[in-house]
């Protein structure tokens, strides 16, 4: 029942304040990366913006997030307390939606927050992922 990687899909509606978009799945034997996006529809040229990118990188042990609007990334931020992602093991993404931020849960605890950089919620439709990573369920 595993999603094809990479996936794109939609999200019925758009974000809002209380929206929460749930990604499970089971990391790689020898990951590298994975990616989980939150766009404003699926243009690839001119490139979508996106509210925020969610990125684990295995190597450096880090889980980045950023955001594109108008084809300009902002400021990367890589602070976490812990490293939540293990090689062939299963792991479980929310992103909360709330008036300010998005909240990111990893197996259910909270892990940081991103605040909005694209203000109108409800044009960030479309989910992407990519990567080192078996897809599960989404929801």
């Known amino acids: 029942p595993f999603q094809i990687v990479p996936f794109c899909g939609h999200i019925k509606g758009g974000m809002r304040p209380g929206k929460k978009i ?15 996006s939150l766009t404003c529809g699926e243009s690839e040229d001119p490139p979508a913006d996106v509210a925020i990118e969610l990125k684990a990188v295995f190597t450096e042990r880090q889980f980045v997030r950023n955001s594109c609007v108008a084809g300009e990334w902002g ?17 479980r993404v929310e992103i909360l939606c709330e008036h300010p931020r998005f909240r990111i849960f ?10 909005h950089r694209i203000e109108t919620l409800s044009a960030i439709d479309t989910i992407k992922i990519n990567g080192d990573l078996q897809l599960t369920k989404l929801g």
């Open 75 to 91: 400021e990367e931020q890589s602070s976490i307390p812990y490293f939540p992602f293990i090689p062939d093991q299963p792991f």
């Open 22 to 36: 749930l990604v499970m799945g089971i990391v790689d034997l020898n990951p590298e990366s994975f990616g989980i």
């Open 106 to 115: 990893v197996d259910g605890h909270q892990l940081f927050d991103f605040y």
